[in-house]
């Protein structure tokens, strides 16, 4: 159980243009869903949490304009990088729980982003 | 400020024993995870701790002391698929997972 999915697992874009990235729990539903971002060696990153049908929450230092964050279903939360740079290439991961504190967070396989 | 430590990297034989530490320092305490990270994949849950002592998961235990902010992952009778990162990461009392760097951990045939 808990299997999250992510898609897509790799994109090579162009800068300037935006990519959209989907995480979707299988098999339960997630009430609180994480974007995160992990340069090479390097820890993970939080970017910002979404709860199902309210705005996310950015962490500090994140863009709301260009990180756009909709967590519009129970199983369901997109990432869209708008404008993509190459600064912006990077690997990123999201993760879900089913909801209470302290829930153990699921992490989908990734999706590894390269703008040209 | 919140802190997680833990070695950057350790090796270790195939078929041994290897004890990974993390040392935390958060504004509050509601539990540590640790996660394996095979290199390019996301991490994967291995352990959950909040209350002091040791869970064994298989060839896997985690220990955990409140008191002295410390945690360990032991990994026994090591084989070379656990080759991988090894993430600690507290959980604040705003239920927020602060995260270690990892340690990569090298087997050796």
């Known amino acids: 159980g808990a299997v999250v999915s992510q898609h897509p697992s790799r994109v090579i874009c162009k800068s300037g243009t935006s990519v959209k990235i989907e995480c979707r729990s299988l098999?339960?539903?997630?009430?609180?869903m994480f974007w995160y971002r992990q340069f090479p060696k390097q820890s993970l990153m939080l970017m910002a949490t979404?709860?199902?049908?309210?705005?996310?929450?950015?962490e500090q230092g994140v863009e709301k304009d260009k990180f756009l964050i909709n967590h519009a279903s129970l199983t369901l939360s997109t990432l869209t990088v708008t404008s993509a740079h190459p600064e912006d290439s990077s690997f990123y991961i999201c993760?879900?729980?089913?909801?209470?504190?302290?829930?153990?967070?699921?992490f989908g396989p990734g999706t590894r982003l390269l703008v040209l | 400020g919140q802190n997680i430590d833990q070695p950057t990297e350790m090796t270790a034989t195939e078929g041994a024993i290897v004890q990974i530490n993390c040392t935390y320092q958060?504004?509050?305490?509601?539990?540590l995870f640790w996660y394996q990270q095979h290199a390019g994949e996301a991490p994967t849950f291995l352990s959950y701790?909040?209350l002091d002592g040791l869970e064994e998961k298989g060839r896997f235990s985690s220990f955990l002391s409140r008191s002295k902010g410390y945690s360990y992952l032991l990994l026994k009778e090591l084989q070379m698929k656990d080759s991988a990162s090894y993430l600690c990461?507290?959980?604040?009392?705003?239920?927020?997972?602060?995260w270690g760097a990892g340690t990569k951990l090298i087997i050796k045939p």
């Open positions: 993760s879900a729980k089913t909801g209470g504190e302290g829930e153990t967070q699921y």
């Open positions: 098999d339960f539903q997630a009430t609180t």
């Open positions: 979404s709860n199902e049908g309210s705005k996310a929450t950015y």
């Open positions: 958060t504004s509050g305490f509601n539990g």
């Open positions: 701790n909040v």
């Open positions: 990461a507290a959980l604040d009392s705003n239920y927020q997972l602060i």
